[in-house]
């Protein structure tokens, strides 16, 4: 599980590390991605889930040291706050469900592998139905912490939180980001009789 818990706090860090640098005006397509603006709801490329951000998120595909699995993260940034997305992707059938306790809870050991990070509040549950934890981080002494949820979809193992000042951890900007998080509905086979199916039109991933 790795591949997940590396990106978000690699990201988070790289920016909070270069708190002091002087501003700017942004200079490319993906700095200005970073600037605040009117919140932006973002539907996955592959239509499986969306999720409602704080400004227009800039994408990349994390390096996967397990080999086969295929990550993606999406990730908005605006001092002090960052608000990320990632998932990554097993091969099919690679999970048994009996196994999901197993893979959520390895999820959190390595949320929390690095020195200085600990696990404050850690709960399970459910979203829509698949299992999932819900966390909170402390980082250090740096009075951040992180508020996030990883959910167990099938193979796919998706994590969505914010790191923030610990004073702004209960704020409605993060809930409304956490609770956006929206799956969407398995598709359902076609039957024999029922003739050719058209699929609805995928996003526009082109904005990121």
Known sequence: MAIVAVGSYAISARY???????????TTATEA???AGPW?????PDGRFS???????????????????EAQT???????????????DYPA????????????????????AKPGRAMTSLTSGTVQGYPARFFHISIGDTELTTVGRA???DARIYLVDVTLPLDQALSLRVARFLDSFTLAPA????????????LPALPDAGRL
């Open 16 to 26: 909070h590390a270069n708190r002091g640098a002087a501003a700017r005006a942004p």
């Open 187 to 198: 598709p359902r086979a076609a039957s024999a009789s029922s003739g050719p199916q058209q």
């Open 51 to 69: 999720a409602d951000f704080p400004g227009l998120p800039t994408h990349s595909d994390s390096p996967s040291p397990l080999g086969a699995v």
């Open 33 to 35: 991605a970073g600037q």
């Open 74 to 88: 999406w990730i908005f940034v605006n001092e002090p706050e960052a608000f990320y997305l990632g998932f990554a």
């Open 151 to 153: 959910v167990l979809v």
């Open 93 to 112: 059938g690679s999970i048994p469900s009996t196994e999901s306790s197993t893979v959520l809870d390895g999820a959190m050991a390595q949320l929390t």
């Open 40 to 44: 932006v709801h973002f539907p996955s």
